[in-house]
């Protein structure tokens, strides 16, 4: 089993920054994809950016310029740097992480708790 843990959230005013952690536990042989998401009561869950391995990124329009994902492989953690926030970033944000336990062993998802951020003056 993996655990993620989350931290970072809070209230933040509009054009602020905050700074998202996710560090994980476990079973950890490898981890491929590692990613944020966010979700709004009422609205199905949104990828807001993800990091491969490889260290190649993808993220939502809606955050491009704003936010960057980064990884530090030797302490199983990916981190979201949210900078010039708007409002409508208000969302409960969830990392998840793609590993393997062994040396060929399956990849296995999984999802951290998820950690509130609110942008509001």
């Known amino acids: 089993q993996v655990q993620l843990v989350e931290s970072g959230g809070g209230l933040v005013q509009p054009g602020g920054s905050l700074r998202l952690s996710c560090a994980a536990s476990?079973?950890?042989?490898?981890?491929?994809?590692m990613g944020w998401y966010r979700q709004v009561p009422g609205k199905e869950r949104e990828l807001v950016a993800r990091?491969?391995?490889?260290?190649?990124?993808i993220y939502a329009d809606s955050v491009k310029g704003r936010f960057t994902i980064s990884r530090d492989n030797a302490k199983n953690t990916v981190y979201l740097q949210m900078n010039s926030l708007k409002p409508e970033d208000t969302a409960v944000y969830y990392c998840?992480?793609?590993?393997?336990?062994?040396?060929?062993?399956?990849?296995?998802?999984?999802w951290g708790q998820g950690t509130q951020v609110t942008v509001s003056s």
């Open positions: 998840t992480m793609v590993t393997i336990a062994t040396m060929g062993g399956p990849p296995k998802p999984y």
């Open positions: 476990g079973s950890i042989f490898s981890i491929y994809t």
């Open positions: 990091i491969r391995s490889g260290s190649s990124t």
